[in-house]
């Protein structure tokens, strides 16, 4: 079956520095790939949506200088949180489709910000 | 923007219950709606979803679409303490599934 792996689960930074997630598809090609942020007290936002070989979309309030995110083959998405400060905190969750119709989610990586 | 409303917020039935949720968006647009679960620590589990107006049987799972009504819900049939968890309304505004917009959620336990 599909299968999502995100690393790491969860991770304690300091304040200013950058945390950097990964995410594996196991059992079909990812050729989309969603990251979403859940914040405390809040639902999931839409931070990028991310297709091989096509530029990475950023929605409102989300840019790549602050998320920059790679999506080099069909198995594998990372995302970095630059400058990470207590806005920041939250489950970060990649969503991977392979055919455009149900996200596959991972367990989410967790940021802490001290 | 695509706006997700769900209720009711949280909900406590005893084990074998009907459970019923509710979940309205804003988008007469929107091309499917999905109902995913997600445990404590986890990631959202898809359950069910549905593009056409009426309903959808999979299992002991039923959702229901109204475009008229920008309404949909999702039934829980012979509910399970297994079954607690968070259920999120999803809702796409495009042919793909990975543009989504999430609704708060409804907690959802069951008590055995």
């Known amino acids: 079956g599909a299968l999502v792996y995100q690393y790491p689960r969860r991770t304690i930074c300091k304040s200013g520095t950058s945390m950097r997630m990964e995410c594996q598809a196991v059992?079909?090609?990812?050729?989309?790939v969603a990251w979403y942020r859940q914040s405390p007290q809040k639902t999931f936002e839409l931070i990028a949506l991310?297709?091989?070989?096509?530029?990475?979309?950023?929605e409102q309030n989300f840019t790549q200088e602050k998320f920059p995110i790679s999506h080099p083959n069909l198995s594998f998405s990372s995302m970095t949180v630059l400058n990470a400060y207590l806005e920041d905190r939250g489950l970060y969750l990649c969503?991977?489709?392979?055919?455009?119709?149900?996200?596959?989610f991972g367990e989410g990586s967790r940021l802490i910000v001290v | 923007q695509e706006k997700v409303q769900q209720s009711p917020e949280s909900l406590i039935v005893p084990e074998g219950a009907m459970v019923s949720l509710n979940c309205s968006f804003s988008?007469?647009?929107?091309?499917s709606i999905w109902w995913y679960q997600q445990h404590p620590g986890k990631g959202p589990k898809a359950l069910i979803?549905?593009?056409?107006?009426g309903n959808k049987k999979e299992g002991r799972l039923t959702v229901y679409l109204n475009r008229a009504s920008l309404h949909v819900s999702l039934h829980i049939k012979d509910s399970q303490p297994s079954d607690s968890a968070v259920y999120l309304c999803?809702?796409?505004?495009?042919?793909?599934?990975?543009?989504?917009?999430f609704g708060k959620g409804t907690h959802l336990h069951v008590l055995p």
């Open positions: 969503g991977a489709d392979n055919s455009g119709n149900t996200l596959y």
């Open positions: 059992g079909f090609q990812a050729t989309s």
């Open positions: 991310s297709t091989v070989n096509s530029a990475i979309k950023y």
């Open positions: 988008d007469s647009a929107s091309q």
């Open positions: 979803s549905i593009f056409s107006n």
């Open positions: 999803a809702v796409s505004l495009d042919t793909n599934a990975y543009k989504v917009i």
